[in-house]
């Protein structure tokens, strides 16, 4: 396995795991909030969508870091496998 299909299965797994996070995190919405007065609905709609696109940003922060950190360390393995295979040449 090549160190590019590491990464990418990597990273489909970290992005199963953000997904599988966010289909766990239902609300339930009861319906005095969804009849109640309008800009309380729209506030609270509001605040929820500011508070999960900051949760996604940070998520997706988080994976581009971790897939860097992954790249780097497969090029650092890459480069050992490389120095080891001359020794033994």
Excluded: W
Aim: aromatic letters at 8%.
């Amino acid at each position: 396995m090549t160190s590019d299909e590491i990464l990418s299965v990597e990273a489909s797994k970290n992005a199963g795991a953000v997904e599988s996070y966010y289909s766990s995190r239902t609300t339930d919405i009861s319906d005095d909030v969804l009849l109640g007065s309008r800009p309380h609905t729209e506030s609270f709609i509001s605040t929820g969508f500011d508070r999960t696109q900051g949760d996604l940003s940070s998520y997706k922060k988080r994976i581009d870091a971790n897939v860097e950190q992954q790249r780097e360390h497969s090029d650092m393995m890459a480069d050992l496998q490389r120095k080891v295979g001359y020794l033994y040449d």
